[in-house]
């Protein structure tokens, strides 16, 4: 029974990594169409494309997904016409949400936001309700040893960056640590480019939306919360969850 229960974890988590797999590369898919049907096909010339076909190297999407899904943003397609929308909320605990997704059916999208937020604690807002409490910015994880600091944050700061953020407690005794490199949305793609080219392992980047304010929240409000948010990320049209919360330990 010992195997039986190890095997059965093992294809639990492969299941896990496969969907988070095809969700990434859903959402990848569609920035990709977004981006070539607003700016064009060309890369080097439209910002947004290269950013989305960028996220779409680093979760391994293969080439020609890719391809196919600029020309269906240039060519257009049946059931293909996705537009970028912003959802903005509380979570429980007053919690500021802003909830980025891609979605080719408005009312639908919104139908399922307002629900999930309703369901766990939460309620829709209008839009810039809760904006003003965060800032756009790139942010580039970094896996390197704390001995890295002082040269990580030499190269990014060269580069133009704003924030070299050291990693947490929590890694205190891991090999690895995870470093934050903070910069403004026009340059993540040059300040990504230049920490590879400067032999660093990259984890998690986007552009993404970082709070200026933050609310605590913990107990039952963490565990509707952090209900709330899963639920909403599980959905097809969700490309982002971002709050303000701090989570308790």
């Known amino acids: 029974m ?3 229960n190890k095997w059965s974890k093992i294809k639990h988590r492969k299941a896990v ?3 988070r797999r095809g969700k990434a590369w859903t959402m990848c898919s569609r920035a990709i169409i977004v981006a070539a049907k607003t700016g064009g096909g060309d890369p080097n010339f439209n910002f947004g494309l290269r950013a989305a076909m960028d996220d779409a190297r680093y979760y391994n999407m293969p080439s020609d997904n890719v391809e196919r899904a600029i020309k269906k943003g240039l060519g257009g397609g049946a059931g293909e016409d996705y537009e970028v929308m912003r959802y903005e909320g509380y979570g429980a605990g007053g919690v500021a949400v802003v909830i980025d997704a891609f979605t080719n059916n408005r009312a639908r999208t919104a139908g399922d936001v307002r ?10 807002g209008t839009a810039g309700c809760v904006s003003h409490q ?17 040269r990580l944050m030499e190269v990014a700061l060269e580069i133009g960056a704003d924030d070299v953020r050291g990693p947490s407690s929590s890694d205190e005794n891991a090999d690895a640590c995870i470093w934050e490199v903070i910069c403004p949305p026009n340059i993540f793609a040059q300040v990504r480019a230049a920490l590879e080219k400067a032999g660093h392992t990259l984890g998690d980047s ?13 107990g039952s409000d963490a565990e509707s919360l952090a209900e709330m948010i899963e639920a909403l990320e599980e959905n097809d049209d969700i490309k982002r969850v971002y709050s303000n919360a701090i989570w308790p330990d």
């Open 206 to 218: 986007s552009i993404e939306m970082l709070p200026l304010v933050s609310t605590n929240v913990g």
């Open 17 to 19: 990594v496969d969907k």
């Open 134 to 150: 965060f800032e756009q910015k790139g942010r580039v994880e970094v896996l390197a040893d704390r001995a890295a600091g002082d």
């Open 2 to 4: 010992a195997g039986h």
């Open 115 to 124: 629900l999930l937020l309703g369901k766990h604690g939460g309620k829709l």
